[in-house]
């Protein structure tokens, strides 16, 4: 048997008006971005996505460009990994790009660090962009044997003027867990 809810006329017209106003309701400015994005980066969900690559690519000794890295992101974007822990369960670290550079940046300028897209699938509606990036990741040099794959799950959009990062996270392969087919063809 269904039980029919009503709500009195007023309540909905109450309800509507506030989600109205939430709808307008002025929202706080991010802060001012400080760094300047190559117009080639940031033009196209191609661009920015292959500047991300790039921004963390490179040999043992490079330094890397962790300026052109927050140029991708806006002000607030944020990074999480899913890692898996020592009992069997994950965890999500989420992060700032900043957090990001103090945990792997000294690694990736010691030991050298190469990842490249295998494939993608993209999802959009307007401004906004899903992109699932299915990575391939070297240590030391780009022939490298791979270490490892997994997914990076990009969100983006676009302000009318350029494209931006709102958040990244991203989880590797494992013994238990493997990249489906689908997700190693680019849709």
Known sequence: MHTLIRFPAAAVLALAALCAQAAEAPVPAAPAATYTARAADVASVDGIIAALYDVISGPPGQARDWDRMHSLFMPEGRMMV???????????????????????????????????????????????????????????????????????????????????????AWRSEDDKLKLPERYLQSR
Do not use: C
Not at 82 to 109: E, H, N, W
Not at 111 to 135: D, N, P
């Open 82 to 168: 899913v890692a898996p822990q020592k009992d069997g369960s994950f965890k999500a670290v989420p992060m700032t790009v900043d957090g990001y550079i103090a945990r792997s940046g000294k690694v990736l300028l010691e030991h050298g660090f190469f990842e490249t897209e295998l494939a993608r699938t993209t999802e959009s509606f307007g401004q906004l962009v899903h992109v699932f990036s299915t990575y391939e990741a070297r240590r030391g040099t780009r022939e490298s044997a791979p270490f490892a794959r997994g997914i990076n799950s990009i969100q983006l959009y676009n302000d009318g003027q350029r494209w931006w990062i709102a958040s990244l």
